[in-house]
């Protein structure tokens, strides 16, 4: 169910042209996507479940395409 929804999320924002940045699940190291935010701006912060393994990772979007990921899990 969690991948459905993650996979449906991403396919909109690829149909809305809103760019992302691929980075690796600090659980399983599955490939996932963050929203890239606006050049110069802020990094984006959040607090998400892999659609893989349901990890609960910490997750900075930073607007040169970097995304700094760690696992919230013990």
């Known amino acids: 169910m969690l991948v459905d929804k993650h996979s449906h999320l991403i396919r909109c924002a ?3 042209q809103v760019p ?5 699940c600090p659980g399983c190291k599955a490939v ?3 929203l890239r935010p606006p050049l110069g701006e802020e990094p ?4 998400v479940a892999c ?3 349901e990890c609960i990772h910490f997750r ?3 607007s040169r395409c970097e995304v700094e990921a760690w696992s919230l899990e013990q």
Request: net charge negative; aromatic share 10%.
């Open 14 to 16: 690829q149909a809305e």
């Open 20 to 24: 992302l940045i691929n980075y690796n």
């Open 32 to 34: 996932l996507q963050a």
């Open 44 to 47: 984006w912060d959040s607090v």
């Open 51 to 53: 659609p893989s393994c």
């Open 60 to 62: 900075l979007a930073h």
